[in-house]
Structure formats: C-alpha cells, structure tokens
C-alpha cells in the first residue's frame, strides 16, 4: 500500500535547531518571578511523550474512519488524505475540531472519542518535569495527562482530560459555545494581574485565548518556536492585551533548550537529550479503541465517510458513499434511522449542488421514500429552487420559512427562518433591493437562536455584500472583520465566497498606486483562487475566484488580465447563475480596453439576453451591462444624446434603489465623457464615503481606461 501523505503538524523539536546552547536567551526573571504557565500541545511532541499536534490527530482520526471501510479504492483514499492536509500557504486542511463536528452528526461517544486514546499511557518529557518544579499553577488545553504525572500540584484542564473521556472538548460547536464560567472563574483567578508563561500553545482555538485576553494579566511572556510564525488571532490579541496595560513580549526559542540553559542538572541530562532525539509522533490506536467503530452498523460508518469527502470538497466521491449507505443486500440487516437517510439524501442534493446541477438536487430532496422529509428538507429545498429558473419559488418558500420561525418557539424552526433570510437577502440584492432587503433581514436575525459557524459566516457574507452595494464600506468591513476568524471553520465554498466579497470590496474602495491597492496582495488573490477550486473545480466558486483574480491582478498591475479571463471562457460562461453574469461583465469590459468593442458588446448582449425570470432575479448585472454599454457607446461618440440619456435613466433608477456607488460609476462616466459637470465638492463627497475608485474615475479624461468596475458580483 502507499505511503500515506504525512500530517501537517509542528516541526519535531530535533528538526528545529541543528544544535542546542548552552546561554539562555530568556531573562531569568521571568521564571523567578512567574505565577501562571498557559501550556499547549506543542510541550507534548518532544520524546519520550511523542504525542501528536491536533493535525496529526485528525490524520490518525480520518486513517481509523477508513480502516472501518475495506471497499474504497487507494486513489480516493490518497485523494482524501491530500484534501485533508490541504496547503499549508493557506491553511486549508481540515481542522481535527472540523473533523469532529461532521463525524458527531452520525457517531456518537464513546467511539467519537476513540482517536484520543493513543494520549494514554505516554510518559512525561524533558519539558513537562521542568514545568513541574516551577512550582506555579499550570492551565492547558490538553487533554493528557502527562503534567500530573509530572508532578504538577495544580493543573486546570480547560478543554478535558483523556481520563474523563466525556470532559473532553473536541467540536467546533463546543469551541463556540466559550468556556464555561466555572473555567472562565479559575482562568481568571491564576491569570488576573499575573506574569503568565505561555508555552506550546497556538491560540488557535477559539474559547481560551479570548479569556486570557479578559483575563488581563499583568506580564505575557509568549514562546514560539524557531520558524514559527504567530497565528493572525494571536498577533490581534497582542496587540488588545497592549492596549489594556498587559507587558507582552514574544520569544522565538526552543523551550527545552530555554529550560535547561536556566535549570539543567546533571540528574535531568539524560531526560534532556532524549528530548532532542528525532522519534516518530504516536499514531497507533490501542487495539480496543481501533475496533470501536466496526460496531457501528455499515450505513452509519458510510454515512460518516460522506459527510467528511463532502467538507473535504470531494463531492462525487461523496455523492457515491452517500447512496451506498441507502442501498445494497448487506444492510438489510443494518437498516438506518429515518433522520440519518435523510441526511444522506440531503448530502447527495448538495453534491449535486455543487457539480451544478440544482434540478437533479430539486428531484433528489422533493421525491425521498421518508415521511416528513419535505419539511425537514425545507432549507436545501430554497437553496436548490435558488439556483433554478424558477427563483420564485424559492422566494415563496424562504418567506414560508421565516413565517413558520415567527410564530415558532422551537429552536430550529427560528434558526431555519434566519437562514431562509440571508437567502432572500442575497437574491434581493441581485435584483437591486439592498436597502429594503437590509432592513427586513435585520428584523429576521432579532428572531435568532445560535447559527453555527459555517451559517453565520454565510450571513456575514451577504450582509457585507447588501453593505457594499448601497455603499456603506465601513459596515461591510466590520461584519468581514467579525467573520475572519469563522473563516477557517467553514467549508470551501463558504470560505470562497467570503474572501471574494472581502477582496470585492477592498478593490472598491481603494485606490491603486504605483502597482498595488492597499489591503490586497498577489498572495490573497491566489489564496482565493486555491479556495474557489477546492470550493468545486469549473464551478460557480471557482468562475468567481478566478475572474476576481483577474481583476485583481490587473489592479495590481498585470496588465493580463484579458488573456486571463479568455482561458475561462470555455466553461465559465456556461455557468447558469449571477457569477456567469460577473464574468461577462468582466471580459466586456477588458475588451473596451482593448479597444475591441464587438467583442464588448457580444459580452454585454449575453447578459442582457437572458430570459425574463433569469434577468429580473440579477437585475443589478442586467443594468451594468446597460451602464456599460451606454458609457462605451458616448466615450466612442461625444455626441450620442442616446446613450447619454440611458445613462441618466441608469443613475436615476440607481439613486431610487438607494445603490450609492453604482449611481457615482453612472455619474462618473457622464462628467468624464463631458455630458454633466460634476463639482469638486461633489468630487469630495464621494471621498468621504470611501467611494475613491468612482471619485478618481471621473477625473479620467476621455480615451483613457479606467480600471474594471466590480460593483457587480
């Protein structure tokens, strides 16, 4: 069998330093004088512990899921192990809390927590022992306990201990839902105006870092290790714990190799060397906790498997897992729940989905062999109709939605209706009803109960792009602001969607210099286009990252942005949704640049052509390529009244639907192109509202270029 594709995890302590030292770059004060040690996984990796990083777990977690499995080819298994490991640039792997969450859909303890037991039986390191004769309280998030066996008198488990299998903290839900305030009172009361060692820890998880920063303790002192950089959540609760009068200082050291320049002896030698032996992570399962899951009925084990290749972007492979825990002569002795061959159904409606095609998906969750099941599938239901030619009918049933969670006191229902709101939210704007969709969906989220992560960042995206498109940047700003750090615990197509409306907008209000645009990079827009294509490869996801990238590239500089968008030309303009429209509308435009305007106008008539129900649901593409084409129209003859009068028409229309930045790109062309004088003063108006590219649009004399407009996406 091949070798499988190693886990992403921290360096091994040998592969960081080539040698140790013998001069401790750490004062001494800051053990003298200490009282509190923060401590993460990183302290376990060292021999003889060998423990694995949370990485490494969720590969031994995904490893034991398969092994339940004897049917599955080696190319999917490979395939799936790449997916999760992902690229280390961006962070794109799935997270072992990730890996957890849509195992606990179908498993259920104990055999959800077996992957933890390869915790047990470990022995300390050079690293623990020292940590123990400090003789200071030690707060981890591990679950090991290998402190205690240390010799720690006073270790406040945050996240559980192996020990006590149902303490342990493992879900992102559970992440979420904070610490409880039991732990938040025993964190404050070691942490509170103290000097706090931070060790091995990566501030990644989402309920202690927080509290430490509440904390505010008196003096943190952070190791990183050698080639390590610090998380973007730890470098933003640096800089809060500054702020409120807390002394951090960051040192990038080797900490056993700090522990034994400051308290080496000839006793702990032999512990010490030991540590900076390369030994391989523990990753074999005990024999009891690996034959856990082969008790679980087939179904279920299958059922598990779709759900993860589906997170994992693997959609027809997850497709294919989904329906054979529905089907086959084994499991008629194996029968599933009615909830859980909903959810399988429910996985291959959004394969279907995601391989665009909404009809098969339509079919798939109208027509199941399960009672209630319409009801409960309602959601999938509107989101598929959505994609439809019939987005009226998802209207109707978004609003049947919203009205059930209105009079509802069931948690779900209210839930339900919040997503069904954020739904209606992004079509509006499409057809250019931000403002009255704005207004209304803020009334539904009153309504709320708790969304999970992948959900809340949904409806952080489409506020933020409702917030774009009437021209409030700041409000934009601060929901993607908010919604950064859920980033990486939704899936692909979520995160893509997100990053393109953050760079979307960044592009929108910028202004670009000598080659760049604040705030955007050539590394974020190909992280973008890495999301768009595990979102789904030649999908909507992946037409929009790609054009965005264009664009973006082209405001940055590269001036190839045209060639670009022609190679996705044979498939991206097949696409059957408003990201078609967004292409497009792109290309048109490259080709105004170009001086090509057939080629503009064969664009613009594509998106004009299309049928009533299809035009009127993206009314805000429709109106651009009418924008376009009028201001094309003027710009290659002054004297077109025609063309001059549409574009009144346009920025009229763009002003009554309260769509700022549109009605300034319409206004923009018309004083460039000499038909209406703009002011400075209304030159400066536009600046205050961080309108800069429409600002600096209009000042563009006749026959030079502007750069594109994304004001549609």
Not at 80 to 95: E, N, P, T
Request: some cysteine; hydrophobic content about 40%; aromatic content about 6%.
């Amino acid at each position: 069998m091949p070798a499988r594709p190693a886990p992403h995890s921290r360096n091994h302590p040998a592969d960081r330093k080539s040698e140790t030292h013998s001069e401790a770059l750490i004062p001494s004060h800051v053990f003298e004088d200490l009282d509190c040690v923060l401590a993460g996984a990183g302290i376990s990796f060292s021999p003889p512990a060998s423990l694995p990083s949370g990485d490494a777990l969720a590969h031994v977690a995904w490893e034991w899921m398969l092994g339940s499995q004897d049917d599955l080819s080696e190319t999917l298994r490979e395939r799936s192990f790449a997916a999760l490991q992902g690229d280390s640039r961006y962070q794109s792997g799935l997270r072992l809390e990730q890996l957890m969450e849509v195992l606990r859909a179908v498993v259920s303890a104990p055999a959800l927590y077996a992957p933890y037991e390869l915790l047990r039986d470990a022995s300390p390191n050079f690293v623990h022992e020292q940590l123990a004769h400090l003789d200071v309280p030690v707060v981890t998030v591990n679950i090991d306990e290998l402190l205690e066996s240390a010799g720690c008198a006073i270790v406040e488990h945050l996240h559980g201990r192996i020990s006590d299998p149902a303490s342990i903290v493992t879900t992102i839900s559970q992440y979420s839902s904070g610490l409880g305030r039991e732990s938040v009172a025993r964190l404050e009361a070691v942490m509170a105006d103290q000097r706090v060692l931070v060790v091995g820890y990566s501030g990644r998880d989402r309920d202690v870092l927080p509290a430490v920063v509440d904390a505010k303790p008196k003096r943190v002192t952070w190791i990183v290790y050698p080639g390590e950089k610090l998380a973007p959540e730890v470098v933003d609760a640096h800089a809060r714990l500054s702020r409120q009068g807390s002394e951090v200082t960051v040192y990038e050291v080797d900490i056993a190799d700090e522990l034994w320049a400051h308290f080496g002896a000839a006793e702990t030698q032999e512990l010490y060397k030991a540590s900076r032996v390369k030994a391989p992570m523990r990753t074999e399962l005990p024999p009891d906790a690996a034959q856990l899951l082969s008790t679980y009925p087939l179904p279920k084990r299958r059922l598990a498997i779709a759900l993860v290749l589906f997170e994992l972007g693997l959609y027809s492979e997850s497709q294919q897992m989904a329906r054979a825990s529905l089907r086959g002569p084994a499991l008629r002795a194996q029968r599933s729940s009615e909830d859980e061959k909903r959810l399988a159904r429910k996985v291959i409606a959004r394969g279907h989905r995601r391989t665009g095609h909404p009809y098969r998906a339509v079919a798939r969750l109208v027509t199941p062999p399960t009672r209630g099941s319409l009801s409960a599938n309602a959601n999938e239901l509107a989101t598929a109709l959505a994609q439809t030619a019939v987005p009226a009918s998802a209207d109707a049933l978004d609003r049947l939605i919203i009205s059930r969670a209105s009079s509802s006191a069931v948690d779900s229902h209210v839930r339900a209706g919040r997503r069904a709101a954020i739904r209606l939210l992004q079509r509006e704007v499409a057809r250019g009803n931000s403002r009255e969709a704005l207004d209304e969906v803020n009334e539904s989220r009153l309504l709320a109960g708790r969304l999970d992560l992948g959900n809340l960042l949904d409806e952080r995206t489409w506020l933020a792009d409702a917030h774009r498109s009437v021209g409030e940047y700041e409000a934009a700003s601060l929901l993607l602001r908010q919604g950064d750090e859920d980033r990486p615990y939704a899936d692909f197509s979520q995160q893509a969607y997100f990053f393109a409306t953050s760079i979307a907008l960044t592009l929108a209000r910028g202004e670009p210099t000598g080659g760049s645009v604040s705030g955007v990079s050539a590394g974020d827009l190909d992280e973008l286009l890495h999301l768009g294509e595990r979102a789904g490869l030649r999908g909507p996801e992946h037409a929009l990252a790609a054009t965005l990238r264009a664009v973006g590239q082209e405001f940055l500089g590269n001036q190839q942005a045209r060639s670009d968008l022609e190679a996705l030309r044979p498939w991206a303009s097949r696409l059957d949704n408003p990201v078609r429209d967004f292409y497009l509308l792109q290309c048109a435009q490259q080709a105004w640049r170009a001086g090509d305007t057939r080629a503009a106008n064969t664009d613009l008539t594509s998106v004009r052509a299309r049928k009533r129900a299809r035009r009127a649901a993206n009314w805000l593409a429709s109106s651009a390529a009418n924008a376009i084409s009028a201001a094309m129209r003027l710009e290659l003859d002054a004297g077109d009244e025609a063309a001059a009068r549409e574009l009144e028409t346009l920025a009229a229309a763009y002003s009554q639907r309260q769509l700022g930045p549109a009605c300034a790109w319409v206004e923009a062309n018309l004083h460039r192109l000499g038909a209406r004088n703009m002011s400075g003063a209304a030159l400066e108006a536009l600046r205050a509202q961080s309108w800069h590219y429409e600002a600096n649009f209009a000042l563009l004399p006749r026959g030079e270029q502007p750069l594109p407009w994304i004001m549609c996406t």
